[in-house]
Every structure is written in structure tokens, then in C-alpha cells.
């Protein structure tokens, strides 16, 4: 494995440090210490290296809009409604960040406005590991406890990325992290042509504000039903009539036995992501409302040229004890992984 650490840009007076591995088979995985943004998951091609995530040229471009690229996502990952929540017999109130009173990705100060602690791991010759680290205050959103976080993202000889999500807090606290990664597969700007299959038969209901009623609603027979696999060009068109005009929606996954929940596909390329996650939720945003000013590597920002696919735990979760428990007791460390396995 070949790894090296290079400083990739300021922000905000602070050197914001690019971490890279390449594996055996040409791979290279580049990871940004600001936000523990995912920059670089690139594979060989007739062309040279072909990018499979959404990417800018400079830090500033990564936060001058509102769609976390590929960035770190944390505390919780998705929409906490009413910016309160019930946990051990106490009621919590928390920073908002969108709307009225929503906690979105964590609130204001969440994983993708923190410039990380980085190093790399190389002591195994066939997996190394980018491990980055950063404590969350209380103060700074005001979820309890100060949460030590780390996120520690492999690449192996087998062309899988591995991401492994660490949290130990100082007191009872919500943990249920993700990666807001933008796919685009193809050698086109839009991700019209590539299929996209997801292991889930419901996807939940949610409120004006995106916020979910705690009410499941059948996938068979209407366009979010992925679980054969879909053209994602056709399932938009089938998206028309609705306000958004696409998809930003979180599936009800049922997990396969090896984990896998996703696989997004590009049958002119070839190339594949299969994403494995033990969790029982995965958002689907087709970035229906990117917008022009948006200096992507790929181009001017449009709508349709990623797909973001965030694996988590159902979001809300506090507000809904059936879509699971992303708790934490005090000095328990928790983990969680996903992992992409890519072909080309
Ligand atoms: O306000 C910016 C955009 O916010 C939303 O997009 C988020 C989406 O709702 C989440 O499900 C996803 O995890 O993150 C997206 C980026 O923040 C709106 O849906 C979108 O229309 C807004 O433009």
C-alpha cells in the first residue's frame, strides 16, 4: 500500500491536510482532516483515474452550500424534530440548525465544521487505515457529554473502504453517525443511466418539514421501489409531481446476511459500489436542488449529478423508540461501520 499525508489547502487559518492510500490494484482513497470529508475514492480507467464521489477543488467550496459533499456527519445522522429529546428520565433541548426547531446532521457545530486530527495507520501491507479524531463538546450543541469521535476510514488490496465510527462520551448521549457520500459512477455529469438496487420494502412517511410521522410506507408498485433494481433516471422521472422532484427519502433496509444494503451500478462503465451497513436505514438524495454556484470538480452544480447514500439508523430515533436505540451510556465506547466495495 502506498499512503502519504500532504497539506491540501487553508480554511479558516488552518491547514486542512489531505491523507491518501492507494492499494495494489491503482485504488486511491483521499481523505480531507476538515469535516473527515471523503475526497478521493478513485479507480483506474481508459482515461486515467476516475473519481466515483463528488468532489471540489478547496475547503471554502466544501461549506459554502448546504449539502455536506461527502463529509462527516455526527452526532446523528438526518432530521431530530423539535430540537428536544427524552433519555434516562431527563428532557434535553439542542442547538437547530434548519426550519422552526430541526437538528439537522448534528445541528450547527456537528462532525462537518471541524477540522480532524489525522494520522495514518500502515503496519498492515494489505489494509491501511486513515484514523481521525475530534472531541465534541457539550457546549457545542448541547447534547450531553463531551464525545470523543473517531473515524477511521481503510482501504484494502481488495478494493473495499471500510469506515469504522468510534464514539465514548462523558455522559449519556445520541450517537448515530453517517457519511453524506455523493456517488456518480459514470463519465456523465448526471447519474441518469446508473441502476440503483436497495434491500428495503418501506420507506418512512415524513412531514412538510422532512420530519418522520413514525408511519411506514409500502415500496412495491410505486417508484421507490428499488429492491430489483431501478433505473434511477426513470425513478426520477416517476418523481415529477412531487415537490422534490426526485428522491431525499430514508429506506427501511432489511441488512443481507454478509450486510449488504445497497448496490449502485453503471452498466456503460461497469463500475459498481456495494454498501454494507449492519444499521436498519439508508437516505437516498438525488441532489435535486444543487444549484449552479456550485463549483463541483465535475462541473457547474445541476440537479441529478450525485446520489447521496447514507447509511444509518432510522432517523428521529428518539421521537420513535420501534426504529431503534442510537443511545450511548456514559464511557461505553460505540461503534459503527459501513463499508463500500467498489468494482470497475
Ligand atoms: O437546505 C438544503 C437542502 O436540505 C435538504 O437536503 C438534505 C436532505 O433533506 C437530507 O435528507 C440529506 O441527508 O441531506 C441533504 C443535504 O443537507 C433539502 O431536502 C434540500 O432540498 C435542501 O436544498
Same mark, same amino acid.
Given at each position: 500500500?502506498?499512503?502519504?499525508?500532504?497539506?491540501?489547502?487553508?480554511?479558516?487559518?488552518?491547514?486542512?491536510?489531505?491523507?491518501?492510500?492507494?492499494?495494489?490494484?491503482?485504488?486511491?482513497?483521499?481523505?480531507?482532516?476538515?469535516?473527515?470529508?471523503?475526497?478521493?475514492?478513485?479507480?483506474?480507467?481508459?482515461?486515467?483515474?476516475?473519481?466515483?464521489?463528488?468532489?471540489?477543488?478547496?475547503?471554502?467550496?466544501?461549506?459554502?452550500?448546504?449539502?455536506?459533499?461527502?463529509?462527516?456527519?455526527?452526532?446523528? %445522522? @438526518?432530521?431530530? !424534530?423539535?430540537? /428536544?429529546?427524552?433519555?434516562? &428520565?431527563?428532557?434535553?433541548?439542542? +442547538?437547530? *440548525? #434548519?426550519? $422552526?426547531?430541526?437538528?439537522?446532521? %448534528? @445541528?450547527?457545530? !456537528?462532525?462537518? /465544521?471541524?477540522?480532524?486530527? &489525522?494520522?495514518?495507520?500502515?503496519? +498492515?501491507? *494489505? #489494509?491501511? $487505515?486513515?484514523?481521525?479524531?475530534?472531541?465534541?463538546?457539550?457546549?457545542?450543541?448541547?447534547?450531553?457529554?463531551?464525545?470523543?469521535?473517531?473515524?477511521?476510514?481503510?482501504?484494502?488490496?481488495?478494493?473495499?473502504?471500510?469506515?469504522?465510527?468510534?464514539?465514548?462520551?462523558?455522559?449519556?448521549?445520541?450517537?448515530?453517525?453517517?457519511?453524506?457520500?455523493?456517488?456518480?459512477?459514470?463519465?456523465?455529469?448526471?447519474?441518469?443511466?446508473?441502476?440503483?438496487?436497495?434491500?428495503?420494502?418501506?420507506?418512512?412517511?415524513?412531514?412538510?418539514?422532512?420530519?418522520?410521522?413514525?408511519?411506514?410506507?409500502?415500496?412495491?408498485?410505486?417508484?421507490?421501489?428499488?429492491?430489483?433494481?431501478?433505473?434511477?433516471?426513470?425513478?426520477?422521472?416517476?418523481?415529477?409531481?412531487?415537490?422534490?422532484?426526485?428522491?431525499?427519502?430514508?429506506?427501511?433496509?432489511?441488512?443481507?446476511?454478509?450486510?449488504?444494503?445497497?448496490?449502485?451500478?453503471?452498466?456503460?462503465?461497469?463500475?459498481?459500489?456495494?454498501?454494507?451497513?449492519?444499521?436498519?436505514?439508508?437516505?437516498?438524495?438525488?441532489?435535486?436542488?444543487?444549484?449552479?454556484?456550485?463549483?463541483?470538480?465535475?462541473?457547474?452544480?445541476?440537479?441529478?449529478?450525485?446520489?447521496?447514500?447514507?447509511?444509518?439508523?432510522?432517523?428521529?430515533?428518539?421521537?420513535?423508540?420501534?426504529?431503534?436505540?442510537?443511545?450511548?451510556?456514559?464511557?461505553?465506547?460505540?461503534?459503527?461501520?459501513?463499508?463500500?466495495?467498489?468494482?470497475?
Amino acid at each position: 500500500m502506498k499512503t502519504a499525508t500532504t497539506k491540501w489547502d487553508t480554511y479558516q487559518n488552518q491547514a486542512v491536510t489531505e491523507y491518501t492510500i492507494e492499494n495494489k490494484n491503482g485504488v486511491k482513497l483521499g481523505i480531507l482532516s476538515w469535516g473527515a470529508t471523503l475526497h478521493t475514492l478513485s479507480v483506474p480507467s481508459k482515461d486515467g483515474d476516475k473519481n466515483l464521489v463528488l468532489s471540489y477543488h478547496k475547503m471554502e467550496d466544501y461549506l459554502s452550500n448546504p449539502f455536506y459533499v461527502c463529509m462527516g456527519i455526527g452526532r446523528i %445522522g @438526518g432530521r431530530l !424534530g423539535g430540537g /428536544t429529546f427524552e433519555m434516562g &428520565g431527563k428532557t434535553y433541548t439542542v +442547538d437547530t *440548525n #434548519e426550519g $422552526k426547531d430541526t437538528t439537522l446532521h %448534528g @445541528g450547527p457545530h !456537528g462532525f462537518n /465544521t471541524v477540522n480532524w486530527d &489525522g494520522e495514518i495507520d500502515d503496519s +498492515d501491507a *494489505n #489494509e491501511a $487505515k486513515i484514523i481521525l479524531s475530534h472531541t465534541f463538546k457539550s457546549s457545542d450543541d448541547s447534547f450531553p457529554g463531551d464525545m470523543t469521535a473517531k473515524m477511521i476510514y481503510s482501504l484494502d488490496n481488495n478494493d473495499r473502504v471500510n469506515l469504522k465510527f468510534e464514539a465514548n462520551s462523558t455522559a449519556l448521549t445520541l450517537f448515530n453517525p453517517t457519511l453524506h457520500v455523493y456517488f456518480n459512477l459514470s463519465d456523465d455529469q448526471l447519474i441518469s443511466g446508473q441502476t440503483l438496487q436497495i434491500n428495503a420494502k418501506e420507506h418512512l412517511e415524513v412531514t412538510s418539514e422532512k420530519i418522520p410521522t413514525g408511519n411506514f410506507i409500502q415500496n412495491a408498485g410505486t417508484p421507490f421501489d428499488f429492491s430489483k433494481g431501478q433505473n434511477l433516471g426513470e425513478a426520477i422521472r416517476g418523481m415529477q409531481g412531487t415537490t422534490e422532484k426526485g428522491f431525499d427519502d430514508l429506506f427501511h433496509v432489511e441488512p443481507a446476511a454478509d450486510n449488504k444494503i445497497a448496490e449502485l451500478s453503471d452498466p456503460q462503465s461497469n463500475r459498481s459500489v456495494t454498501i454494507k451497513s449492519s444499521r436498519n436505514g439508508l437516505v437516498v438524495f438525488t441532489a435535486n436542488s444543487f444549484t449552479s454556484d456550485m463549483k463541483l470538480a465535475t462541473g457547474a452544480g445541476q440537479p441529478y449529478m450525485g446520489v447521496a447514500l447514507e447509511a444509518q439508523t432510522l432517523s428521529d430515533t428518539p421521537h420513535h423508540p420501534n426504529f431503534g436505540d442510537v443511545s450511548v451510556p456514559a464511557g461505553k465506547t460505540q461503534t459503527y461501520e459501513i463499508a463500500y466495495e467498489v468494482k470497475y
